[in-house]
């Protein structure tokens, strides 16, 4: 099977930066799109920002400008950038991939994280 393991969050001051990576492990034979979730308390989980395997990225309003999503393709890991946080990015954040894996059927599944928890402090 596949496994996606989530590190880099934390507790930090508004206006500070985080850095969140996602590696994903197991049968793997490629990962077309990766990206980031949040779901605060009382609220539907929501999207952050994808990225396809050749690289191309989509934000939401909320993040652009601040946040950078990034992959490596040979570590199968997908990073979130976090700048200029503010408290309304409080949140547990979860990472998504669709995964094509072995034995190969060319049919890609879609896999989470545990997710992790960000809390930004005013």
């Known amino acids: 099977q596949v496994q996606l393991v989530e590190s880099g969050g934390g507790l930090v001051q508004a206006g500070g930066s985080l850095r969140l990576s996602c590696a994903a492990s197991?049968?793997?034979?490629?990962?077309?799109?990766m990206g980031w979730y949040r779901q605060a308390p009382g609220k539907q989980r929501e999207l952050v920002a994808t990225i396809t395997l050749g690289g191309s990225t989509n934000y939401a309003d909320a993040v652009k400008g601040r946040f950078t999503i990034s992959r490596d393709n040979a570590k199968n890991t997908v990073y979130l950038q976090m700048n200029s946080l503010k408290p309304e990015d409080t949140a547990v954040y979860y990472c998504?991939?669709?995964?094509?894996?072995?034995?190969?059927?060319?049919?890609?599944?879609?896999?989470w994280g545990q997710g992790t928890q960000v809390t930004v402090s005013s």
């Open positions: 197991g049968s793997i034979f490629s990962i077309n799109g």
């Open positions: 998504h991939a669709a995964v094509v894996r072995l034995p190969l059927t060319w049919k890609a599944y879609d896999y």
